[in-house]
């Protein structure tokens, strides 16, 4: 595998453009702290980049599956080196606005690039066998460039200027631009006439899914994890503010962010597609085993030990996920699934952030993490009840998807 060049230009892109995406993001929180008083309007900020991407996701999803993925890459790529000028003339003017055209186009930039990226690696890959070990190191990939992302942002930020995190992420941005042009994606020649492209459709992609058992199921126990992920600085400050120790939030960072790293790694040794189902409901339960053991936050040995169990869970649980989607999805609709995918998990973040905060200021984290179990082992008895019936849709999914495709 480490021999295959366009896996290794893969990893090395991936943890550039972290580098790149932590950088900006400690550079925007900066520059709103110093100019948006307003909580309120840095959310509507932060949700503007959001929006924008959530529009566009049919429209890449469409494009990933009609035209060459390297070159949807490469202008990806270009679009978000020129969206980070947006943000070093917001600096010049402190122009808010300016700010605001910065956070679209790199959402728009990164709708296109990630469900693209996702589409690309069966394709790279050599033996489907590699891909969960493939998906693994990806994980861990991202979870190291976030690492060195933030701890390099910040020391920039105590030695230099707020505009040299942006040069950097232009720097690291241009670096991943360069390297795409080395990575060889062999694809299948695909007619691109106005024919095409209008039946190349979106919503296509929903029939798909619920005939396919296994990636609805996917789909749907996704919701656990990001039920904890989404509030998940908010419970670290409300953890630490119930110990009265200021300390706890970087602990807790750190055995969350080493058990992931370990849950990538290990569960390449572990797990076999023939189990992929039972580790999912498994890894789904320990994780809304998490959320309620947190109704003993105030013990710090317990809230130490539920940050580093869900580490280890959501470490095994999302490259499996990937190998499954990668897998099971038709590669004709990869470009619209993992849009799709892109989203579903955006919008889940978002509603979990904000039912995240009114929950805390409401019931408490006691309650609320109660609350947030309770719903994640009713979503995964949902999908063990329905497994029964998508069985019977499953035997028919393959026909289901060549009748779609000649349609």
Not at 222 to 245: A, C, H, K, R, Y
Request: one cysteine or more; hydrophobic letters at 55%.
């Amino acid at each position: 595998m480490w021999k295959d060049k366009n896996v290794i230009l893969i990893f090395i892109g991936e943890f550039i453009a972290g580098i790149g995406l932590w950088l900006g993001i400690i550079g925007n929180l900066e520059f709103m702290q110093k100019h948006v008083p307003s909580d309120f309007v840095k959310s509507l900020i932060l949700f503007s980049g959001l929006l924008a991407s959530v529009i566009v996701s049919p429209i890449a999803g469409k494009w990933i599956d009609t035209y060459a993925k390297k070159r949807i890459l490469l202008y990806a790529g270009i679009g978000r080196v020129c969206s980070v000028i947006f943000m070093l003339f917001a600096l010049k003017y402190e122009s808010i606005f300016l700010m605001i055209c910065f956070m679209i186009s790199i959402q728009v930039a990164a709708a296109f690039y990630f469900p693209t990226l996702q589409a690309i690696i069966p394709l790279v890959v050599r033996d489907e066998k590699q891909l969960m070990t493939i998906n693994g190191m990806h994980m861990n990939i991202s979870a190291l460039s976030r690492i060195s992302g933030t701890a390099f942002g910040g020391a920039l930020l105590m030695i230099t200027s707020l505009q040299t995190l942006y040069i950097g992420a232009i720097v690291a941005y241009s670096l991943l631009f360069l390297l795409t042009f080395f990575i060889d994606i062999k694809e299948e020649k695909r007619d691109i006439s106005s024919y095409t492209k209008e039946k190349q459709r979106f919503t296509d992609i929903f029939p798909i899914i619920r005939v396919l058992p296994v990636v609805y199921t996917a789909v749907v126990l996704t919701i656990v994890p990001q039920l904890f992920i989404g509030g998940f600085n908010l419970m670290v400050i409300n953890i630490s503010e119930l110990q009265n120790d200021p300390s706890i939030k970087g602990w807790l960072y750190t055995i969350e962010g080493v058990g992931f790293l370990f849950g990538a790694f290990l569960i390449k040794y572990i797990a076999r597609e023939q189990t992929y189902v039972k580790w999912m409901y498994g890894l789904t339960c320990f994780i809304a085993f998490t959320q309620l053991s947190l109704y003993f936050a105030h013990v710090k040995w317990v809230s130490l030990v539920s940050f580093g169990l869900f580490g280890i869970c959501v470490g095994c649980f999302f490259p499996m996920i990937a190998t499954i989607f990668q897998t099971s999805v038709p590669k004709l609709y990869h470009g619209r699934f993992f849009s799709f995918k892109n989203m579903f998990d955006r919008v889940t973040f978002q509603v979990v952030l904000l039912a995240t905060g009114f929950l805390l200021d409401t019931i408490g984290l006691e309650y609320m993490v109660v609350l947030f179990g309770v719903l994640s082992l009713l979503l995964i008895v949902y999908t063990m009840f329905r497994k029964k019936e998508a069985v019977l849709k499953g035997e028919r999914a393959q026909i289901f998807i060549k009748d779609h495709e000649k349609m």
